[in-house]
C-alpha cells in the first residue's frame, strides 16, 4: 500500500511515519511519498524519518517529491496536511484580527476565514489533480480549517474525501480517564462541526457513565476541559465542550489574553519552527532528538493563552500524551484497507444525521468505518443552543466557499461579517482589506 502526505516537510509528519512503524500486518503501508513545495523542509523531515526507522527491518520506504501529479499518481492513500501561506500566514491571520479588536485564532473566527479563504481554491485544484490522476486513493484530510476544507473537497471527490481532527479524540481520554474507564471500551456521544463540538455522552456496555462526571468536583475538575471551562458552566451545559469552544464561550477574556500577550501562537510556532529547521541544516544535528526536544515544547505551550484568560497555570503532564491525530489516520487506513470494522469520530457528509443541515454538509461524529468508508451513525438531535452555533457557523463556512469558488469578495465580507466572533460589517470590510493587503494569495477575489 502506498501513502503520499501532501505537506510532507511539516513538522508532524514524523508523528504519522512513527505510528506506520508499529504495523506490521498484512496490507500495511509499504511507501510512503513526502510531498512539499520546499526542500529544505523535505530534507529535514526525511531526516527525522530515516532515524525513526533505524533498526525496523520493515519500515516504510521513503521517497520525497515536489511534483504534486508524480506524489498522488498510483497513491492508495493520500493525508493531506498543508499550510498555505505557511507559519508566516498564521501569525499574520493573528496579527491583523487582533489590530481589530476580534480573535485571530488559526481556525476560528476571522483568522480561521482568512487562512480559509486561502486554502479553498489551492485544495480544490489538489482535489481535482487526485480525481484525475488516482481516483481510487482515499483521501484523508487534516488541513486546517478541517470542516471547510473537507467539505470543498468532497464536492470534488465525494465520499472518498475523510476530514479527521485529533481535538475529539483527546477529550474522550481525558475523560474516560477522569472516569476511571478505558477509552479504548467506550462509546463517545459527541456531535458538531470540526473544533464546534460537544461530548454529551460516554456509554460503556449501553450504560452513560458521563452524568457521574457531573456528580463530583474532584473528577470534574480533574482534566484539562473541567479546568479551562469551569465547574459551572459544564453543569449549566450538561456536557464537555471541545476545548475550541472556549474561543467562543469565552470570547473576551481569550481576546484580551492575545492582545496582551507578548506574542501569539502563530509568533511563537513560527519562530520555533525556523529555529528548527534552521537547526536540521546542520549536518551533525541529531535529528530525531531535536526533533523530539522541539515537539515537548510545542504540546506543553498549546492554547496556553486560552489557559492564561482561565487564570490556569501548566498543562498537566497527563495532558501531554501522545496518541492523537496519527493514531486516528492509522486507524482509518486500516480499517478501509483491510475491512477492519471500527468506529470512529470523523469529519464526513451529513447524511442524514443532523436535521438542521443538508444532506452536504461536512460535520464531525461517530463514525463506523470499514472497506466502503465512513457512515456516520444516528445521533440524538443537537440541544437549543448548540443548534444557533452550528448553522451560523456552518453558513460562514458557505459564504466562504461560495466566495472562493465564484471569486467574489462581496461573498468573502458576508463570510466575515456573519461570523458569531466578528461584530460589525464595518470590522468585516477591514478585516478583509488588511488580509488582501496583506496576501496576494487572496488576490482572486474581486
Same mark, same amino acid.
Given at each position: 500500500?502506498?501513502?503520499?502526505?501532501?505537506?510532507?516537510?511539516?513538522?508532524? *509528519?514524523?508523528?504519522?511515519?512513527?505510528?506506520?512503524?508499529?504495523?506490521?500486518?498484512?496490507?500495511?503501508?509499504?511507501?510512503?511519498?513526502?510531498?512539499?513545495?520546499?526542500?529544505?523542509?523535505?530534507?529535514?523531515?526525511?531526516?527525522?524519518?530515516?532515524?525513526?526507522?533505524?533498526?525496523?527491518?520493515?519500515? #516504510?520506504?521513503?521517497?520525497?517529491?515536489?511534483?504534486?501529479?508524480?506524489?498522488?499518481?498510483?497513491?492508495?492513500?493520500?493525508?493531506?496536511?498543508?499550510?498555505?501561506?505557511?507559519?508566516?500566514?498564521?501569525?499574520?491571520?493573528?496579527?491583523?484580527?487582533?489590530? !481589530?479588536?476580534?480573535?485571530?485564532?488559526?481556525?476560528?473566527?476571522? /483568522?480561521?476565514?482568512?487562512?480559509?479563504?486561502?486554502?479553498?481554491?489551492?485544495?480544490?485544484?489538489?482535489?481535482?489533480?487526485?480525481?484525475?490522476?488516482?481516483?481510487?486513493?482515499?483521501?484523508?484530510?487534516?488541513?486546517? #480549517?478541517?470542516?471547510? %476544507?473537507?467539505?470543498?473537497?468532497?464536492?470534488?471527490?465525494?465520499?472518498? %474525501?475523510?476530514?479527521?481532527?485529533?481535538?475529539?479524540?483527546?477529550?474522550?481520554?481525558? *475523560?474516560?480517564?477522569?472516569?476511571?474507564?478505558?477509552?479504548?471500551? @467506550?462509546?463517545?456521544?459527541?456531535?458538531?462541526?470540526?473544533?464546534? /463540538?460537544?461530548?454529551?455522552? *460516554?456509554?460503556?456496555?449501553?450504560?452513560?457513565?458521563?452524568?457521574?462526571?457531573?456528580?463530583?468536583?474532584?473528577?470534574?475538575?480533574?482534566?484539562? &476541559?473541567?479546568?479551562?471551562?469551569?465547574?459551572?458552566?459544564?453543569?449549566?451545559?450538561?456536557?464537555? #465542550?471541545?476545548?475550541?469552544?472556549?474561543?467562543?464561550?469565552?470570547?473576551?477574556?481569550?481576546?484580551?489574553?492575545?492582545? &496582551?500577550?507578548?506574542?501569539?501562537?502563530?509568533?511563537? +510556532?513560527?519562530?520555533?519552527?525556523?529555529?528548527?529547521?534552521?537547526?536540521?541544516?546542520?549536518?551533525?544535528?541529531?535529528? +530525531?532528538?531535536?526533533?523530539?526536544?522541539?515537539?515537548?515544547?510545542?504540546?506543553?505551550?498549546?492554547?496556553?493563552?486560552?489557559?492564561?484568560?482561565? /487564570?490556569?497555570?501548566?498543562?498537566?503532564?497527563?495532558?501531554?500524551?501522545?496518541?492523537?491525530?496519527?493514531?486516528?489516520?492509522?486507524?482509518?487506513?486500516?480499517?478501509?484497507?483491510?475491512?477492519?470494522?471500527?468506529?470512529?469520530?470523523?469529519?464526513?457528509?451529513?447524511?442524514?444525521?443532523?436535521?438542521?443541515?443538508?444532506?452536504?454538509?461536512?460535520?464531525?461524529?461517530?463514525?463506523?468505518?470499514?472497506?466502503?468508508?465512513?457512515?456516520?451513525?444516528?445521533?440524538?438531535? +443537537?440541544?437549543?443552543?448548540?443548534?444557533?452555533?452550528?448553522?451560523?457557523?456552518?453558513?460562514?463556512?458557505? !459564504?466562504?466557499?461560495?466566495?472562493? &469558488?465564484?471569486?467574489?469578495?462581496?461573498?468573502? @465580507?458576508?463570510?466575515?461579517?456573519?461570523? #458569531?466572533?466578528?461584530?460589525?460589517? /464595518?470590522?468585516?470590510?477591514?478585516?478583509?482589506?488588511?488580509?488582501?493587503?496583506?496576501?496576494?494569495?487572496?488576490?482572486?477575489?474581486?
Amino acid at each position: 500500500m502506498r501513502l503520499t502526505i501532501l505537506g510532507g516537510g511539516g513538522f508532524r *509528519v514524523p508523528l504519522v511515519y512513527g505510528a506506520l512503524l508499529g504495523d506490521h500486518a498484512e496490507g500495511r503501508i509499504t511507501h510512503v511519498t513526502l510531498f512539499d513545495l520546499d526542500e529544505r523542509r523535505l530534507s529535514a523531515i526525511s531526516r527525522v524519518l530515516a532515524e525513526l526507522a533505524r533498526g525496523v527491518p520493515d519500515a #516504510p520506504v521513503v521517497r520525497v517529491t515536489t511534483d504534486l501529479d508524480e506524489a498522488v499518481y498510483e497513491a492508495d492513500f493520500i493525508f493531506s496536511a498543508i499550510r498555505v501561506g505557511g507559519l508566516h500566514g498564521r501569525a499574520a491571520d493573528e496579527r491583523i484580527a487582533l489590530d !481589530e479588536g476580534v480573535l485571530g485564532q488559526e481556525t476560528v473566527g476571522a /483568522g480561521g476565514l482568512a487562512y480559509g479563504l486561502r486554502t479553498l481554491p489551492v485544495v480544490t485544484r489538489i482535489a481535482q489533480q487526485i480525481a484525475d490522476l488516482a481516483p481510487d486513493a482515499w483521501v484523508i484530510n487534516f488541513t486546517n #480549517p478541517a470542516g471547510m %476544507v473537507t467539505e470543498a473537497m468532497s464536492r470534488i471527490l465525494g465520499d472518498r %474525501v475523510i476530514g479527521i481532527c485529533d481535538s475529539p479524540v483527546g477529550l474522550g481520554r481525558r *475523560v474516560a480517564r477522569a472516569l476511571n474507564v478505558d477509552p479504548r471500551k @467506550v462509546w463517545l456521544d459527541y456531535v458538531g462541526l470540526n473544533h464546534l /463540538g460537544w461530548l454529551r455522552g *460516554v456509554k460503556v456496555g449501553g450504560k452513560d457513565i458521563l452524568p457521574r462526571l457531573f456528580e463530583y468536583d474532584t473528577l470534574l475538575g480533574s482534566f484539562e &476541559e473541567g479546568r479551562l471551562f469551569g465547574l459551572e458552566w459544564l453543569r449549566s451545559l450538561g456536557a464537555i #465542550p471541545n476545548e475550541y469552544l472556549h474561543y467562543y464561550y469565552f470570547n473576551r477574556e481569550t481576546v484580551r489574553a492575545y492582545s &496582551e500577550a507578548k506574542r501569539t501562537r502563530g509568533a511563537y +510556532l513560527l519562530e520555533q519552527q525556523e529555529g528548527f529547521y534552521r537547526e536540521m541544516e546542520k549536518s551533525d544535528t541529531p535529528a +530525531l532528538a531535536t526533533w523530539q526536544r522541539t515537539l515537548a515544547d510545542r504540546e506543553a505551550t498549546y492554547m496556553a493563552h486560552n489557559r492564561e484568560a482561565a /487564570g490556569l497555570g501548566d498543562r498537566y503532564e497527563e495532558d501531554l500524551e501522545s496518541g492523537g491525530y496519527e493514531q486516528v489516520a492509522l486507524s482509518l487506513m486500516r480499517a478501509i484497507a483491510r475491512n477492519e470494522r471500527t468506529t470512529l469520530i470523523l469529519n464526513v457528509r451529513n447524511r442524514q444525521t443532523l436535521s438542521v443541515l443538508d444532506a452536504d454538509a461536512v460535520i464531525e461524529v461517530p463514525c463506523l468505518v470499514d472497506a466502503s468508508g465512513a457512515h456516520p451513525v444516528s445521533v440524538d438531535p +443537537l440541544p437549543g443552543h448548540a443548534v444557533g452555533l452550528v448553522t451560523s457557523v456552518k453558513a460562514v463556512e458557505r !459564504e466562504a466557499m461560495a466566495a472562493a &469558488e465564484s471569486c467574489s469578495r462581496a461573498a468573502a @465580507v458576508k463570510a466575515f461579517a456573519l461570523h #458569531p466572533l466578528v461584530d460589525s460589517v /464595518g470590522v468585516a470590510r477591514r478585516l478583509l482589506d488588511n488580509y488582501m493587503d496583506e496576501f496576494a494569495g487572496l488576490s482572486y477575489l474581486r
